[in-house]
């Protein structure tokens, strides 16, 4: 097996977990309502017992949230970062058929249509993915990725501040999705330019310059979610802000490589890939207002 088809492999199986563990997250937060709901003495004791697994699924759901850097880790041994962020709109529906399953949520006809085109996006990106050329990352142009991080990062940010003096909610979701999928794209990004950087690579960086990025990327993911909690905590709405997340979480990497990696060229297929899955995701947004 190629490492291009391992490291995609591996983002089938990182959006799986992260999207999986948000199911869970969903389903077993549900017990701290049922607490309250015991302390106000508005249900007994017996009937809190009956569900009594919620709190250990929550827990489960954190720890397999928590198990995501490390898969990014082993991807960034084997590809860039893109071949693994390619994959990630699979998750959502990981996540729809959790929704149904377990939580008993209706599966919507714009959720079904969705979910086909998003498989065929990413059905595009992955066979093309499998026949490029080889790419050595510990090549890649690290001042045209610092350049291209610094002035998205401040255009973002100049928008979020407007955004945020003029207090649309709308506009609060699509400022806040276009930071946060930036920030969430550097963590695998940041962490493969690590690994590689020195000549070598690895699954843990070789060189002080690798660590000091490969450090970095913990960070970016840190932001990321803070920054998601904020802008929910400023009334963005899901079906707004996640979607626009997701497509920056997929499109940037591409970007990024075409700029400052050597070898790497978008296509029509790379093209056709990134309107089809770019389209799935917004067509899913009925299950993302349920979250």
Known sequence: ??????????????????????????????????????????ITSQEIGKQLDKPIIYVLGMLLNGSLP??????????????????????????????ARILKEPVTKNVVIG???????????????????????????????????GVYMLVSLLFLALVLRRGSVFLIGISFGLFTGFAACLDPIYKAIGQNLGGRAGYFPSTIEGWLVFLASF????????????????????????PIHNSVLVTLPICIQVIALPGYKVTYITLIGLVLTIAGILSMNTLLLRE
């Not at 898969?71 to 929704?99: C, D, Q, R, W």
């Not at 998601?228 to 707004?240: D, N, Y």
């Open 70 to 99: 490390i898969i990014l880790i082993v991807s960034g041994k084997f590809a860039p970062a893109s071949y693994f962020t390619s994959m990630s709109g699979l998750g959502l529906i990981v996540l729809m058929v959790y929704s």
């Open 219 to 242: 960070l970016f993911g840190f932001v990321s979610l803070t920054m998601t909690q904020w802008g929910f905590a400023l009334k963005a709405r899901a079906s707004v802000l996640i």
């Open 1 to 42: 097996m190629s490492n291009y088809a391992i490291a995609m492999l591996l983002g089938i199986l990182g959006t799986t977990v992260y999207h999986l563990s948000k199911g869970m997250q969903k389903q077993g937060i549900e017990s701290y309502g049922l607490v309250l709901s015991w302390l106000k003495r508005e």
């Open 115 to 149: 979910s086909v085109v998003l498989i065929l996006g990413t059905v595009f990106l992955g066979v093309e993915n499998m026949y490029r050329p080889t790419l050595d990352m510990s090549k890649i142009y690290t001042n045209r990725v610092w350049t291209f991080v």
